[in-house]
């Protein structure tokens, strides 16, 4: 009979998270399943048992093999308990966290019998660093099993011996590769690199496990591929000079990536040298003392922000009442085949799988519609994201058409025609005539207020807009707005379906330009004032990457499109009057046909090799500028970013987002605000909301009075409050 | 199958895909592809709860050896649930009636109560074989030892061992090809060039005609192909401009010297597809579907296939009519398969011939005079081409919808098949 027991009988009445069983075999299975959680994390009282586990196993002679595996089916260990970092008051404090926790794996890895890890589902972080202390690997082939280090992405680095164990397993590149990118593998990919001994499918996981005990209790494994990864291996190992070659070209390379404003990659970086170099206990100390620091950044800090942030977004049904269940989607209609129609459907029918009756006016456009989407999933395919079938599924899970055949039982209708009120009011129309009356009418309106479209509808409760951002299938964010007369369940059948699709939706109230293109136009039109003083589109765009956003703003303009931004303007302007002026130099450019990206040229020059990395220098003549004027970056950054913050406060301010948390979610994953700094309401508490005030004041006595700082910035400087609890 | 007291069997609902001529729109699909694209639009376009499809038959022709079961294939493919029972028929050019008369058999006899029948070719991407004797050494060389083993059965080969086999329309006993069958019978029943070109150009005017009135758009689908998703509404094979001094200018395909068939007044090589849903009458009735209309009656038949191949249609038609209770003379519609002109003009040759009746169908009576103003009224094969296993799907489909334009009524189809196969189906609406 095998016995079962948990780490602390009789202590507690509360189950923990580790069992034991140690099976007639000699083999003692230690299970992790962490209660209340739908996926296992590392904390302190997983630490502690483990702990007690290890002392009660080593002094147990009977015992010839352990075996890690996890007690819930299809996740392993998605990681440590990120609570329990975020608690820590000092450096020395995680410091000594990720000690404790690199003492346990130690005692892993040294253990005198085999220790196996039995990988099904997420292995990730903290888990895969204690699969990396085991003595062998198996993991199933299931879909679900991902194996990563994703520390570098909240600003921290693999702190439980990652930054050791995985160079020495699987070569430098490959492990420089995977800690400073964060990726998830999967199965394949990970045995094809060596950091997992075997992939088999599920039903025998544990069978194969106690093979590889086995095989560890015989002798030696020997690990490593073809001669090539071997010659590799050797080079780097053996020859210092290959090393530091190899350490040279990540650290380029991070630094490119991070402009200076992660400190985490660089700490990685070093950390695994310190341990090629020195040994593995100097590499392990200088592991722990950079987890610690970084642990304190306030870099990591606002990640850490970010991730709870989000998490917490996913339980987000967007109503109050706590009883509204959202509709199941069982079909889904778009209305316009164009950019934003096909990346809806790719999103609807890859990520969702839910059919998609896509409907155009023109057959052409079906055409560029469904190859758009046809692309991007021989895209996945070519990634091996999708098997072979599901690729075949998911192309035939969009029928274009160009009636409204197929359209009468449909559950939601998305239009993502031009942005033009008469057309969505025949939408709005045509939708009702043809489909049933219970039918969802999404209007994925970037600046037209829901209400008025939904003025031309018999049942405006069933009309909704879903605001996505181009191009679909990479923004993360979608803004879900509801009118006043939105049925809550229809509500949370869009903000579920959105999570379906794979987005991050935020709520927000009906009006002008919503959130995030509202916060984001009066900071593209400082950059066209900015533009007008003399400042060179170039200097101006290069500040603000610099600064940490993924592009500049007028590449950014040139992306939406200039005819866009002509359309919405006015609108703005008419909302919130003078301090939402259109620039003349958009209208300039619409008179020259410079539409951006989609007309080869804006302010950049599109097409060629070179195809907008370089600013058309016609632009300046055009718009009757010499960029002669000299600015600092900081000086850029600050004109141009502080009307952002000043408008995301009114947002709050106005209910147009319910809390500050959206705001920050938000402008992060629809803009790419720096995530390094939290979104603009972490960033605005952390430089003090006085200072944001002083600084709109300033610039609203010497530039002008579109500076104003909002009255709750006023108020909020005065008291003075923030807007997260410090 | 006769028809009695028992319940009809409804047609609720049927598409094809536009036809296209040999290595033209769907150079690059293979049948099961060309098959789950018109099942998944009809099913789309019907809204039909896919579990309601309890089997499917689907049928090809020219096999991809590497799916044979082709229904299986489409079902998994097409999003109709997994557990939908499926396999594949085929009966030459007339595998989708076959396919249909499936479905519709098992409705009757209450095995199922809805079904799904169809059928795809192409003659665009096809398995181009080995020659046997190449394919069995290279057998033998893969089961043997040693090399010299291995080489052994290589010796006995001849240059033209290496050459390709590709897929001939020909039958495998007789070794007739269509085309040859073709024109024996316009040879062997004096159906002369001129009556062939005329009647092409007829089924040419007639096909365009129902494309220009905005007949078909209802039952033919837009597909989206290749690389570019290129759209194709309509049937590339059909001349609206073409004219008998054009047809006569065609230099004879088969026999150069003394023939008559060209490629202007036969069938071209086609891909395609069609599917139709089937359902018991009172089921369609409870779930609200309008039928299209119903399968009154069918049947199938064979002929000697060394002479006269194609004159299965006359074998079949008074059996089929004897099914329904019904005379030639009585039917709205009569729409029969244009595999050559010549084929079908002399099928209709002896239709109203008393010695023909006795002697070949012993029958009293003969089948009947064709009234040519109910004859293939929206044009036939030649026009719209034919892919082999999707014209039934195609006939069936297309005559409903001209019974329902008409108001109502009765009608045949029937088609001739490769072997001396012959099939016949009667249709009703009302």
Same mark, same amino acid.
Request: charged share 25%; glycine share 10%.
């Given at each position: ?136 690997? &198996? ?205 809806? !459907? ?58 409204? !055949? ?39 309106? !970037? ?120 359309? &919405? ?158 | ?74 079902? *998994? ?200 849903? *089937? ?51 009585? *039917? ?99």
């Amino acid at each position: 009979m095998a016995r079962q027991e948990t780490a602390a009988q009789g202590e507690s009445t509360r189950r923990e998270a580790l069992s034991l069983e140690l099976r007639d075999d000699g083999i003692a299975c230690i299970r992790i399943d962490c209660p209340g959680q739908s996926q296992n994390t590392l904390g302190r009282a997983e630490m502690d048992q483990a702990s007690r586990l290890l002392d009660r196993l080593e002094r147990d002679e009977s015992v010839n093999g352990i075996i890690f595996m996890s007690g819930k089916a299809g996740t392993f260990i998605a990681g440590a308990d990120i609570h329990m970092i975020e608690a820590c008051k000092s450096a020395a404090e995680a410091s000594a966290l990720a000690g404790e926790g690199q003492a346990i794996f130690q005692r892993i890895a040294g253990f005198a019998v085999p220790v196996v890890a039995a990988i099904d589902g997420a292995c990730l972080g903290g888990g895969l660093e204690l699969a990396l202390a085991c003595h062998a690997r &198996v993991c199933t082939d299931s879909d679900q099993t991902r194996l990563g280090q994703p520390e570098v992405q909240l600003g921290l680095l693999p702190g439980g011996g990652g930054t050791q164990r995985l160079p020495r397993l699987i070569g430098l590149p490959a492990a420089l590769d995977l800690m400073l990118t964060g990726k998830r593998l999967r199965s394949a990919q990970a045995q094809r690199l060596g950091l997992v001994d075997d992939r088999v499918p599920e039903p025998i996981l544990l069978e194969t496990a106690l093979q590889w005990v086995a095989i560890c209790q015989r002798g030696r494994i020997r690990r490593g591929g073809g001669w090539l990864q071997e010659l590799t291996a050797w080079a780097l190992r053996g020859n210092p000079l290959g090393r530091a070659a190899v350490l040279k070209q990540a650290r380029k390379q991070a630094e490119a990536r991070t402009k200076g404003n992660y400190p985490a990659p660089a700490r990685l970086i070093e950390c695994v040298e310190r341990g090629l170099s020195e040994g593995i206990e100097q590499g392990l100390k200088a592991e722990a003392q950079a987890f610690g620091e970084l642990a304190m950044t306030p870099q990591a800090r606002q990640l850490i922000n970010l991730y709870f942030a989000t998490s917490a977004m996913k339980k987000d049904t967007g109503v109050a009442d706590p009883d509204v269940e959202p509709r199941a989607l069982r079909r889904v209609g778009v209305l316009g085949a164009g950019l934003m129609g096909a990346g809806i !459907s790719f999103v609807t029918a890859v990520r969702a799988k839910v059919p998609v009756r896509l409907k155009d006016v023109e057959p052409n456009g079906l055409a560029s519609g469904l190859k758009y989407i046809n692309e991007r999933i021989d895209q996945r395919l070519r990634r091996q994201a999708i098997s072979r079938f599901e690729a075949e599924r998911a192309r035939h899970r969009v029928t274009p058409t160009l009636d409204f !055949s197929g359209y009468r039982g449909l559950d939601l209708v998305i239009e993502a025609v031009f942005e033009d009120l008469e057309l969505k009011h025949r939408m709005v129309r045509e939708v009702e005539a043809n489909c049933n009356a219970d039918v969802i009418f999404a209007s994925n309106t !970037s600046s037209l207020p829901l209400a008025r479209i939904a003025q031309a509808a018999e049942r405006p409760q069933n009309v909704i807009g879903l605001h996505y951002f181009s191009p679909v299938e990479r923004m993360p964010l979608l803004e879900v707005i509801a009118h006043e007369r939105t049925a809550p369940e229809v509500t949370a059948t869009a903000m579920a379906f959105a999570r379906a699709q794979g987005k991050t939706p935020i709520m927000v109230r009906d009006g002008a330009g919503f959130y995030v293109n509202r916060i984001l136009a009066p900071y593209l039109n400082e950059a066209v004032h900015l533009l007008e003083e003399g400042v060179a589109i170039d200097r101006i765009d290069q500040a603000l990457v610099r600064f940490g956003f993924p592009v500049g703003p007028f590449k950014l303009l040139d992306e939406v499109g200039i005819d866009i931004i002509a359309k &919405v303007a006015p609108v703005l302007h008419e909302a919130f009057g003078e301090r939402m002026r259109p620039v003349s130099a958009i209208e300039r450019m619409l008179e020259a046909d410079r539409l951006g990206k989609k007309s080869g040229r804006g302010f950049y020059r599109y097409g060629g090799k070179r195809s907008g990395k370089e600013v058309d220098q016609s632009i300046y003549r055009l718009l009757a500028v010499s960029a002669q004027q000299e600015m600092a970056d900081a000086a850029i950054v600050e004109r141009t970013l502080i009307l952002m913050l000043n408008e995301a406060a009114r947002c709050l301010d106005e209910g147009v987002i319910r809390q500050a948390r959206d705001g920050d979610v938000g402008a992060v994953f629809g803009i790419g605000f720096p995530p390094f700094l939290g979104g603009p309401f972490r960033y605005m508490d952390s430089r003090g909301l006085d200072a944001v005030a002083s600084t709109l004041a300033g610039f609203e006595s010497s530039v002008g009075s579109r500076y104003a700082p909002a009255p709750v910035v006023s108020a909020m400087a005065r008291e003075p409050r923030r807007f997260y609890p410090g | 199958m006769r028809s009695g007291a028992v319940e009809r069997i409804a047609v609720i609902g049927g598409l094809r895909t536009p036809f296209a001529r040999q290595l033209t729109a769907y150079r690059d699909l293979n049948p099961v592809q060309l098959g789950t694209l018109v099942t998944n639009e009809l099913l789309t376009r019907m809204e039909l709860d896919p579990k309601l499809i309890e089997r499917v038959v689907f049928g090809q022709v020219l096999a991809l050896p590497e799916a044979p079961n082709i229904a299986r294939e489409v079902v *998994l493919r097409a999003g109709l649930d997994p557990t939908t029972d499926a396999y594949s028929v085929t009966r030459a050019c007339a595998t989708s009636f076959q396919a249909t008369a499936d479905i519709a058999q098992a409705i009757r006899l209450g095995d199922i109560e809805a079904g799904l029948a169809g059928g795809a070719d192409t003659t665009s991407v096809l398995p181009i074989r080995l020659s046997t004797r190449l394919a069995s050494a290279l057998l033998q060389a893969s089961k043997a030892k040693t090399l010299p083993k291995r080489l052994a059965p290589f010796r006995a080969l001849r240059p033209k061992d290496l050459m390709p086999r590709y897929p001939a329309v020909r039958d495998y006993t007789t070794e007739l090809s269509m085309g040859e069958i073709g024109e024996q019978m316009a040879q062997s029943h004096g159906i002369t060039r001129a009556q062939q070109d005329e009647f092409a150009l007829r089924s040419h005017r007639l096909a365009h005609q129902a494309w220009e009135t905005g007949k078909l758009d209802g039952e033919v689908m837009h597909a989206f192909v290749g690389e570019e998703h290129q759209p194709i509404h309509r049937d590339n094979n059909i001349r609206g401009d073409t004219s008998l001094e054009a047809l006569a200018k065609l230099k004879p395909a088969f026999d150069r010297r003394h023939g008559t068939v060209t490629a202007g007044n036969s069938t071209p090589l086609t891909d395609g597809a069609s599917a139709l849903v *089937l359902m018991k009458d009172s089921r369609a009735r409870v779930l609200g579907y309008e039928p299209l209309g119903w399968i009154r009656s069918w049947a199938f038949a064979a002929v000697n296939p060394f002479h006269d191949a194609l004159m299965g249609p006359s074998y079949v038609t008074p059996i089929a009519l004897e099914r329904a209770g019904l005379r030639l003379e009585e *039917l709205t519609l009569i729409d029969i398969h244009e595999a050559f002109a010549s084929q079908t003009l002399a099928n209709l040759k002896y239709w109203p011939d008393p010695k023909f009746a006795r002697e070949q169908l012993g029958r009293k009576e003969p089948i009947g005079e064709v009234d040519w103003e109910r004859l293939n009224v929206l044009g036939g094969s030649i026009a719209y081409g034919h892919p082999f296993a999707a014209t039934g799907g195609r006939m069936i489909v297309q005559t409903l919808r001209e019974l329902r334009r008409r108001g109502g009524g009765t009608a045949l189809v029937t088609a001739c098949a490769a072997g001396g196969l012959g099939a016949a189906m009667v249709l009703e609406v009302a």
